[in-house]
């Protein structure tokens, strides 16, 4: 919005000429966005207290030593959405198509989780909506952006899968790209939800990932640097550096009121969101494949749990003492600040891998 409004006055006001510098703007979105979180969030973790009422939301299947957070509330998610949507409009160009499309990716995923999370605030279950109606949801909001994406986006671009240390490599999908990029969508989403599962564990990976794709998405967005480094520029992509700026603002807030001992959990309103908005900036940006490096950690998380139900109904054993990962590390004994700061070491160098892939084509 600042963008659309000032930006043309620099002709006459030299200072606003600030505005159409994506660095500055995306500086912006994330004070912005870390602002605003610091500012409501008492106001949203005391709203959610009166709707949950002090009732239990932890899960039943979880270690025994999560029942002591049981009355802390879930949802803390929407303290983030808001902070990112309202950050975002502020200071990303809104005539920019990609910016709407990773919006409706990451609300609409957001609207689903806050209505799993509702129910389970105000009907007093930790099980919230079906899981099939979830998915349903996801793969039909997943569908409409990917279609969006390939409308507005040339050839073969739209349409093409990038291959990490390939230069100039891309593979058409065709038809096929559309289930693809809703593959990517919601399983990034899928992803990030299962990591939430310790206080703090998630959304630090998140805001690295998101800082990761906020660099790429400038990169990919330049000529001159995508030129130079071999990748594929999808003209008006950097854009999205920005809405990355406000995820990294919206997580720093978030994370305020989210540390060990936490006042508020994410919930599938944060969760979802965050991981479609990732699942949608890479398929924007071609780095479909460098997601699964840089969101490594959310892989794993993924994978612990499809080996052990994988395991259990073919042998009646399970690989882990319990899934997803960082459960099973619970189980041996690991303390719960051991686990997610070691679990963050991971998602840095994995984020430092996904990097390298930029340079080393």
């Known amino acids: 919005m600042l963008f659309t409004l000032l930006s043309p006055l620099a002709t006459d006001f030299q200072g606003f000429n600030l505005f159409r510098y994506l660095t500055f703007r995306t500086g912006g979105a994330i004070m912005t966005a870390l602002v605003i979180s610091f500012l409501i969030g008492p106001s949203v973790i005391r709203w959610l207290r009166s709707k949950q009422g002090g009732a239990s939301n932890i899960r039943e299947d979880v270690p025994e030593n999560h029942l002591s957070k049981a009355g802390t509330p879930t949802m803390g998610g929407f303290l983030i959405l808001v902070a990112l949507v309202l950050s975002t409009l502020l200071w990303a160009d809104i005539r920019n198509p990609y910016v709407w499309i990773v919006l409706l990716v990451t609300v609409g995923f957001g609207g689903i989780g806050f209505a799993d999370d509702f129910l389970k605030l105000t009907k007093r279950n930790s099980k919230g909506l079906p899981g099939k109606l979830k998915l349903l949801g996801q793969i039909l909001i997943g569908s409409a952006a990917a279609i969006w994406f390939v409308s507005v986006t040339n050839s073969p671009i739209a349409e ?43 959304i630090v990976p998140v805001m690295i990932a998101a800082g990761c794709f906020g660099f790429i998405a400038y990169l990919v967005g330049n000529t001159v640097y995508s030129g130079y480094l071999g990748i594929h520029y999808v003209e008006g992509s950097g854009e999205l550096a920005v809405f990355c ?7 720093l807030g978030f994370l305020w009121f989210n540390a060990p001992p936490a006042m508020v959990f994410m919930g599938d309103t944060g969760s979802l969101s965050l991981g479609g908005a990732l699942g949608a900036i890479s398929v924007v940006t071609k780095h479909e494949i460098v997601l699964a490096i840089i969101g490594g950690l959310f892989v794993l998380e993924t994978v612990s749990v499809i080996v052990q139900v994988a395991s ?22 690991w303390k719960e600040p051991t686990i997610v700061i070691r679990f963050w070491i991971i998602a840095a160098i994995l984020a430092l891998v996904g990097l390298a892939t930029l340079k080393l084509r």
């Open 160 to 202: 093409g899968l990038a291959v990490p240390f390939l230069k100039d490599t891309l593979i058409n999908l065709a038809w096929f790209f559309i289930p693809f990029a809703v593959f990517v969508m919601v399983g990034a989403s899928n992803a990030v939800n299962l990591t939430d599962g310790l206080d703090g564990l998630a």
């Open 312 to 333: 259990f109904k073919l042998t009646g054993k399970r690989v882990f003492a319990m899934a997803p990962l960082h459960h099973h590390f619970e189980k041996k004994g």
């Open 245 to 251: 700026g406000a995820v990294l603002g919206a997580g």
